[in-house]
């Protein structure tokens, strides 16, 4: 599966954005889906996950409360709905797809990537 994500920016703090990422293909419903995220001279770290039906999400102790992960399976697409954006949530955000097990944290576990989408949030 081929991903693309979209959707960054540049958005004052508590503003808000929602990030897309498209798949190609006909399986993506057989896909846990996630989101990570790398900020300059960090690791890349998980922000949240969904399962292939949606109907379970994870999210990192960082966002939950603000960021909301989401799928339409009839567009292939899944999305990332931030809010009440802080000055450290600014890196580059990352949609991944994972064909086996259940929903992960690990980067290592998910076996294809888009490209990412920058977010800068500024103060």
């Known amino acids: 599966v081929q991903l693309q994500a979209s959707g960054g920016g540049l958005v004052q703090v508590g503003g808000s954005l929602r990030l897309s990422c498209a798949a190609s293909?006909?399986?993506?419903?057989?896909?846990?889906m996630g989101w990570f995220r790398q900020a300059p001279g960090k690791e890349r770290e998980f922000v949240a996950a969904i399962s292939r039906s949606g109907g379970s999400t994870y999210y990192a102790d960082s966002v939950k409360g603000r960021f909301t992960i989401s799928r339409d399976n009839a567009m292939n697409t899944t999305y990332l709905q931030m809010n009440s954006l802080k000055p450290e949530d600014t890196a580059v955000y990352y949609c991944?797809?994972?064909?086996?097990?259940?929903?992960?944290?690990?980067?290592?576990?998910?076996?294809?990537w888009g490209q990412g989408t920058q977010v800068t949030v500024s103060s």
């Open positions: 991944a797809a994972r064909r086996l097990g259940a929903p992960a944290w690990r980067a290592r576990e998910y076996d294809f």
């Open positions: 293909g006909r399986t993506f419903s057989s896909y846990v």
